[in-house]
């Protein structure tokens, strides 16, 4: 798993080393920099698809990535550590830099011990691609972690989100990170992993009693093609598609496949889980995540005082805002412990106890 990331130059974070553990439930006021570091995710996984240039472009230009921008900041720094919570046992080096309103790799390097492979003063016209397609020692099992770094982020229920539309049947190697193929992992768990798929569906009957089952299979006009339908409860003559759910039950869909499904990512990111969720929802979402916890790392971002009242003290790391630089610090059991005997960890959030406002 990550046990540490150090961050220099990147948004609103001038310079933080921010320990990771198995369960890390983020917190924090608006604007104080959540996102800016759940980004980083997106920004690493972009340059591991050989897709930085067009990244940096989508979103905003390399100002918008630069602590205060280029005039202050010439690079952004990341190193990951990977390991146990004992001991580091490989690292995952990267520093960017500005070049005509873009970033370009300045150098990337993966260590472990004295040995070390390194790229050195990339050229522009060098892709980043020659981490990708290394195969051997340390670069090996790095990468292996770098293509896992997908910000799941299942907010778009609207009518038109690819959750709610027909996808390829056969596009079922892993949840996607928007839902657009929950279809069809859905259907291959149905007929490979059967019991992870009758959890799910147990699941989500425990938090939307109108629900039955799914009703997976290939589209009558197109076999390649499959969609979202299901069967309500008592109602066993008719099916319904994902546009007879509620936002919330079909977002919680997505998260119970991701968190259940037989074998996750070893690092899973999500982005306010807790969007639409009633919170009856939530408490079984948190269930969920604790479990999962057991046997990944998991990171997300959140401002749900109902999903922070499932957690100990010592699974939040708070986001704060001082001297206009983004600061991280996780809580410990031991400092909370008087105000835990008489409040819930989201009352003591809500008095402001441990900073995470939006205020002093």
């Known amino acids: 798993?990550?046990?540490?990331?150090?961050?220099?130059?990147?948004?609103?974070?001038?310079?933080?080393?921010?320990?990771?553990?198995?369960?890390?439930i983020l917190?924090?006021?608006?604007?104080?920099?959540?996102?800016?570091?759940?980004?980083?995710f997106s920004l690493v996984r972009a340059i591991?698809?050989?897709?930085?240039a067009d990244y940096v472009i989508?979103?905003?230009?390399?100002?918008?990535?630069?602590?205060?921008?280029?005039?202050?900041?010439?690079?952004?720094?990341?190193?990951?550590?990977?390991?146990?919570?004992?001991?580091?046992?490989?690292?995952?080096?990267v520093t960017l830099a500005n070049n005509q309103d873009s970033?370009?790799?300045?150098?990337?390097?993966?260590?472990?011990?004295?040995?070390?492979?390194?790229?050195?003063?990339?050229?522009?016209?060098?892709?980043?691609?020659?981490?990708?397609?290394?195969?051997?020692?340390?670069?090996?099992?790095?990468?292996?972690?770098?293509?896992?770094?997908?910000v799941y982020h299942f907010h778009d229920t609207s009518d038109t989100s690819p959750m709610k539309g027909f996808s390829n049947i056969d596009d079922d190697i892993f949840l996607k990170k928007d839902g657009a193929n929950i279809a069809a992992f859905l259907y291959h768990l149905k007929y490979s992993y059967p019991?992870?798929?009758?959890?799910?569906?147990?699941?989500?009957?425990?938090?939307?009693?109108?629900f039955d089952s799914f009703i997976l299979k290939?589209?009558?006009?197109?076999?390649?093609?499959?969609?979202?339908?299901?069967?309500?409860?008592?109602?066993?003559?008719a099916y319904f598609d994902a546009y007879n759910l509620s936002d919330g039950t079909l977002r919680f869909i997505c998260l119970a496949t991701l968190l259940m499904q037989p074998a996750p990512p070893k690092t899973i990111i999500i982005d306010e889980p807790e969007l639409g969720l009633h919170p009856v929802a939530i408490n079984k979402l948190a269930s969920l995540m604790r479990k999962v916890a057991d046997k990944t790392q998991l990171i997300v971002s959140t401002q749900s005082i109902n999903l922070i009242d499932n957690f100990e003290p010592n699974d939040i790391i708070v986001a704060d805002r001082e001297q206009n630089e983004?600061?991280?610090?996780?809580?410990?059991?031991?400092?909370?412990?008087?105000?835990?005997?008489?409040?819930?960890?989201?009352d003591v959030w809500g008095k402001n106890v441990f900073g995470g406002q939006p205020f002093k």
Request: glycine share 8%; no cysteine.
């Open 1 to 24: 798993m990550i046990t540490k990331i150090d961050i220099k130059g990147y948004k609103s974070i001038r310079g933080q080393s921010v320990p990771l553990k198995s369960l890390n």
């Open 195 to 210: 019991k992870n798929f009758i959890r799910i569906e147990k699941t989500i009957k425990s938090i939307a009693p109108f």
């Open 58 to 93: 989508r979103k905003g230009g390399a100002d918008s990535f630069l602590h205060f921008g280029k005039k202050n900041t010439q690079e952004i720094f990341f190193d990951f550590h990977f390991g146990n919570e004992q001991k580091d046992k490989n690292r995952f080096i």
């Open 48 to 52: 591991y698809e050989q897709n930085l």
């Open 326 to 346: 983004t600061v991280f610090h996780r809580l410990s059991n031991e400092e909370l412990n008087s105000w835990l005997e008489d409040y819930s960890l989201g």
């Open 218 to 237: 290939p589209s009558g006009r197109n076999e390649n093609q499959i969609k979202l339908r299901w069967q309500e409860a008592g109602s066993y003559d």
């Open 27 to 40: 917190i924090g006021g608006n604007g104080v920099g959540k996102s800016n570091f759940i980004s980083i």
């Open 103 to 150: 970033l370009y790799i300045k150098s990337v390097d993966t260590a472990f011990k004295t040995y070390r492979w390194h790229y050195q003063n990339y050229e522009k016209s060098v892709a980043e691609s020659q981490f990708k397609y290394t195969n051997r020692g340390q670069a090996f099992y790095v990468n292996e972690r770098l293509k896992e770094f997908k």
